[in-house]
Protein backbone atom coordinates (compact mmCIF):
# COMPACT_ATOMS: atom_id res chain seq x y z
CA UNK A 1 0.00 0.00 0.00
CA UNK A 2 0.97 3.84 -0.34
CA UNK A 3 3.53 4.81 2.51
CA UNK A 4 4.13 8.56 4.05
CA UNK A 5 4.28 10.71 1.53
CA UNK A 6 5.54 14.50 1.91
CA UNK A 7 6.11 17.50 -0.55
CA UNK A 8 7.64 18.90 -1.77
CA UNK A 9 10.99 16.90 -2.22
CA UNK A 10 12.60 19.94 -2.56
CA UNK A 11 12.70 23.19 -1.19
CA UNK A 12 15.05 26.44 -2.01
CA UNK A 13 13.79 29.83 -0.23
CA UNK A 14 15.51 32.84 0.54
CA UNK A 15 16.37 33.80 3.99
CA UNK A 16 13.05 35.55 5.67
CA UNK A 17 10.45 33.71 3.50
CA UNK A 18 7.98 31.87 4.87
CA UNK A 19 7.84 27.68 4.07
CA UNK A 20 5.52 25.18 4.40
CA UNK A 21 6.20 21.46 4.07
CA UNK A 22 3.26 19.20 3.49
CA UNK A 23 3.30 15.43 5.23
CA UNK A 24 0.23 12.95 4.09
CA UNK A 25 0.51 9.65 6.36
CA UNK A 26 -0.47 6.19 5.86
CA UNK A 27 -4.02 5.69 5.59
CA UNK A 28 -5.51 5.19 8.86
CA UNK A 29 -1.97 5.51 11.28
CA UNK A 30 -3.62 7.77 14.25
CA UNK A 31 -0.25 9.08 15.16
CA UNK A 32 2.16 11.48 13.03
CA UNK A 33 5.28 13.41 13.88
CA UNK A 34 7.77 15.76 12.78
CA UNK A 35 11.55 14.94 12.84
CA UNK A 36 14.58 17.03 11.46
CA UNK A 37 18.00 16.20 10.07
CA UNK A 38 20.52 18.31 9.52
CA UNK A 39 23.80 17.63 8.40
CA UNK A 40 25.85 15.95 10.52
CA UNK A 41 23.47 15.37 13.16
CA UNK A 42 21.04 12.33 14.36
CA UNK A 43 17.01 13.15 13.62
CA UNK A 44 15.80 15.75 16.14
CA UNK A 45 11.71 15.20 17.49
CA UNK A 46 9.73 18.57 16.49
CA UNK A 47 6.37 17.45 17.30
CA UNK A 48 3.96 14.63 17.40
CA UNK A 49 0.03 14.56 17.15
CA UNK A 50 -2.00 11.64 18.39
CA UNK A 51 -5.49 11.47 17.36
CA UNK A 52 -7.68 14.37 19.00
CA UNK A 53 -4.90 15.34 21.31
CA UNK A 54 -3.19 18.14 21.99
CA UNK A 55 -0.21 18.04 20.20
CA UNK A 56 3.48 17.26 21.85
CA UNK A 57 5.13 20.65 20.37
CA UNK A 58 8.25 20.32 22.89
CA UNK A 59 10.81 19.30 19.97
CA UNK A 60 10.26 22.78 18.21
CA UNK A 61 13.52 24.53 18.19
CA UNK A 62 11.15 28.16 18.22
CA UNK A 63 8.11 29.88 18.12
CA UNK A 64 8.98 30.51 14.00
CA UNK A 65 7.70 26.66 13.95
CA UNK A 66 4.56 25.46 13.85
CA UNK A 67 2.60 22.39 12.66
CA UNK A 68 -1.43 21.84 12.02
CA UNK A 69 -3.18 18.38 11.18
CA UNK A 70 -6.27 19.32 10.12
CA UNK A 71 -8.94 16.23 9.92
CA UNK A 72 -7.00 13.87 11.72
CA UNK A 73 -4.89 13.37 8.26
CA UNK A 74 -2.24 15.64 6.37
CA UNK A 75 0.15 17.58 8.36
CA UNK A 76 1.47 21.11 7.45
CA UNK A 77 4.91 22.52 8.56
CA UNK A 78 5.15 26.03 8.79
CA UNK A 79 8.37 27.88 9.29
CA UNK A 80 7.98 32.00 9.33
CA UNK A 81 10.76 34.40 9.02
CA UNK A 82 13.09 31.27 8.04
CA UNK A 83 17.20 31.51 8.93
CA UNK A 84 19.79 29.58 7.17
CA UNK A 85 20.18 27.14 10.75
CA UNK A 86 16.73 25.97 9.18
CA UNK A 87 18.37 24.22 6.35
CA UNK A 88 17.86 20.48 7.26
CA UNK A 89 15.62 17.68 5.72
CA UNK A 90 12.53 17.41 7.57
CA UNK A 91 11.21 14.10 7.75
CA UNK A 92 7.84 13.16 8.69
CA UNK A 93 6.31 9.41 10.20
CA UNK A 94 2.94 7.73 11.21
CA UNK A 95 2.23 5.06 13.24
CA UNK A 96 -0.79 3.25 14.30
CA UNK A 97 -1.48 1.51 17.14
CA UNK A 98 -2.28 -2.04 16.96
CA UNK A 99 -2.41 -4.17 20.17
CA UNK A 100 -2.14 -7.31 17.94
CA UNK A 101 1.17 -6.32 16.55
CA UNK A 102 4.73 -6.23 17.83
CA UNK A 103 5.88 -3.39 18.21
CA UNK A 104 2.35 -1.15 18.48
CA UNK A 105 3.90 2.15 17.40
CA UNK A 106 6.35 1.82 14.70
CA UNK A 107 6.62 4.56 13.25
CA UNK A 108 6.87 4.91 9.13
CA UNK A 109 8.82 7.47 7.58
CA UNK A 110 8.42 10.01 4.27
CA UNK A 111 10.91 10.53 1.81
CA UNK A 112 11.72 13.99 3.53
CA UNK A 113 11.27 17.42 2.25
CA UNK A 114 15.06 18.90 1.77
CA UNK A 115 15.04 22.31 2.78
CA UNK A 116 17.69 25.01 2.21
CA UNK A 117 17.21 28.63 3.14
CA UNK A 118 20.06 30.81 1.28
CA UNK B 1 24.19 15.64 27.46
CA UNK B 2 24.42 13.01 24.70
CA UNK B 3 20.80 10.32 25.06
CA UNK B 4 22.46 7.71 22.78
CA UNK B 5 25.79 6.91 21.52
CA UNK B 6 26.90 4.75 18.72
CA UNK B 7 29.96 5.06 16.58
CA UNK B 8 30.19 7.52 14.09
CA UNK B 9 31.56 4.71 10.87
CA UNK B 10 32.23 1.67 10.23
CA UNK B 11 33.90 -0.49 7.47
CA UNK B 12 33.79 -4.08 7.26
CA UNK B 13 34.33 -6.72 4.48
CA UNK B 14 31.12 -8.31 2.08
CA UNK B 15 30.56 -11.65 3.45
CA UNK B 16 31.65 -10.78 7.26
CA UNK B 17 29.72 -10.07 10.25
CA UNK B 18 29.17 -6.58 11.89
CA UNK B 19 28.52 -5.87 14.49
CA UNK B 20 26.66 -2.04 15.51
CA UNK B 21 26.51 -1.24 19.75
CA UNK B 22 24.28 1.34 20.71
CA UNK B 23 24.08 2.78 24.47
CA UNK B 24 21.72 5.10 26.06
CA UNK B 25 20.57 6.40 29.37
CA UNK B 26 18.25 4.35 31.06
CA UNK B 27 16.27 6.76 32.83
CA UNK B 28 12.39 6.57 31.39
CA UNK B 29 13.59 3.96 28.75
CA UNK B 30 10.85 2.00 27.08
CA UNK B 31 11.70 0.22 23.82
CA UNK B 32 14.65 0.20 21.08
CA UNK B 33 14.75 0.75 17.56
CA UNK B 34 17.18 0.32 14.81
CA UNK B 35 16.57 2.47 11.63
CA UNK B 36 18.26 1.39 8.25
CA UNK B 37 18.84 4.27 5.80
CA UNK B 38 20.56 5.04 2.48
CA UNK B 39 21.82 8.23 1.37
CA UNK B 40 18.83 10.66 0.44
CA UNK B 41 16.15 8.51 1.61
CA UNK B 42 13.83 7.89 4.48
CA UNK B 43 14.90 5.77 7.28
CA UNK B 44 13.38 2.32 6.96
CA UNK B 45 12.45 0.28 9.97
CA UNK B 46 14.48 -3.23 11.04
CA UNK B 47 13.80 -4.06 14.43
CA UNK B 48 12.28 -3.36 17.62
CA UNK B 49 13.66 -4.40 21.13
CA UNK B 50 11.31 -3.86 24.28
CA UNK B 51 12.50 -7.16 26.57
CA UNK B 52 16.09 -8.11 27.32
CA UNK B 53 17.49 -10.79 24.73
CA UNK B 54 18.42 -11.33 21.07
CA UNK B 55 15.71 -11.04 17.99
CA UNK B 56 16.29 -12.67 15.11
CA UNK B 57 15.46 -11.58 11.46
CA UNK B 58 16.62 -12.87 8.51
CA UNK B 59 20.54 -11.78 8.02
CA UNK B 60 20.35 -9.24 11.32
CA UNK B 61 19.30 -9.48 15.23
CA UNK B 62 19.37 -7.02 17.34
CA UNK B 63 19.74 -7.71 21.21
CA UNK B 64 18.85 -5.08 24.04
CA UNK B 65 20.03 -5.60 27.84
CA UNK B 66 17.80 -3.57 29.42
CA UNK B 67 19.94 -3.08 32.46
CA UNK B 68 23.47 -2.12 30.89
CA UNK B 69 21.45 0.17 29.06
CA UNK B 70 22.64 -1.44 26.00
CA UNK B 71 21.98 -2.64 22.37
CA UNK B 72 23.57 -4.01 19.00
CA UNK B 73 22.28 -4.56 16.02
CA UNK B 74 24.57 -7.70 13.96
CA UNK B 75 24.39 -8.13 10.14
CA UNK B 76 25.51 -11.44 9.12
CA UNK B 77 26.56 -12.37 5.51
CA UNK B 78 27.20 -8.39 4.67
CA UNK B 79 26.13 -7.72 0.91
CA UNK B 80 26.89 -4.29 -0.47
CA UNK B 81 24.03 -2.89 -0.63
CA UNK B 82 23.92 -3.10 2.97
CA UNK B 83 26.72 0.10 3.22
CA UNK B 84 24.24 2.73 5.10
CA UNK B 85 23.62 4.14 7.76
CA UNK B 86 21.94 2.62 10.53
CA UNK B 87 20.68 4.32 13.28
CA UNK B 88 19.44 3.64 17.25
CA UNK B 89 16.65 4.92 18.69
CA UNK B 90 14.66 4.22 21.75
CA UNK B 91 11.05 5.82 23.17
CA UNK B 92 10.79 7.15 26.70
CA UNK B 93 13.82 9.10 26.98
CA UNK B 94 12.24 12.20 26.51
CA UNK B 95 9.04 12.23 28.04
CA UNK B 96 5.92 10.81 27.68
CA UNK B 97 4.26 9.36 24.05
CA UNK B 98 6.06 7.68 21.44
CA UNK B 99 8.47 10.26 20.32
CA UNK B 100 11.89 9.19 18.97
CA UNK B 101 15.17 9.71 20.23
CA UNK B 102 18.00 9.05 17.85
CA UNK B 103 21.45 8.28 17.90
CA UNK B 104 23.39 10.64 15.43
CA UNK B 105 23.57 6.64 13.00
CA UNK B 106 26.51 4.93 12.03
CA UNK B 107 27.55 5.09 8.93
CA UNK B 108 28.53 1.14 7.56
CA UNK B 109 30.90 0.88 4.52
CA UNK B 110 30.87 -2.57 2.66
CA UNK B 111 34.11 -3.36 0.97
CA UNK B 112 35.20 -5.69 -1.40
Known amino acids: GAGVSQSPSNKVTEKGKDVELRCDPI?????LYWYRQSLGQGLEFLIY????????KSGLPSDRFSAERTGGSVSTLTIQRTQQEDSAVYLC????????????????FGPGTRLLVL | GQNIDQPTEMTATEGAIVQINCTYQ??????LFWYQQHAGEAPTFLSYNVLDGLEEKGRFSSFLSRSKGYSYLLLKELQMKDSASYLC?????????????FGTGTQLKVEL
Open chain 1, 93 to 108: ASSSRNQFQLPQETQY
Open chain 2, 89 to 101: AATGLTGGGNKLT
Open chain 2, 26 to 31: TSGFNG
Open chain 1, 49 to 56: FQGNSAPD
Open chain 1, 27 to 31: SGHTA
